[in-house]
């Protein structure tokens, strides 16, 4: 099975390692400095140009990739029966 992250996307649910709220994960200023090393470093993906509601972490073909969709992560946990935690 499949999940559509928006645009083109889709990653097979099995890849995904988490699926998660942008706004809030990024109060902690850990979450904000991971994502922007993985930006440097070319792990981050971004989908559209619209600013991004959540970001997703997988293992695509045993490379890390973080996707920064512009869909709700609890509009992506529906989608793929993953259980949403909130930090």
Do not use: W
């Amino acid at each position: 099975m499949f999940l559509h992250l928006g645009e083109n996307i889709v990653v097979p649910i099995k890849d995904i390692i988490g699926i998660f709220d942008i706004e809030t994960s990024t109060y902690n200023s850990d979450t904000t400095q991971f994502l922007r090393m993985a930006e440097e470093d070319g792990f981050v993906q971004k989908i559209t140009k619209d600013k991004p509601k959540s970001f997703i972490i997988a293992e695509v073909n045993k490379k890390s990739r973080i996707y920064l969709s512009p869909i709700s992560s609890s509009t992506l946990a529906k989608r793929s029966e993953i259980l949403c935690y909130e930090l």
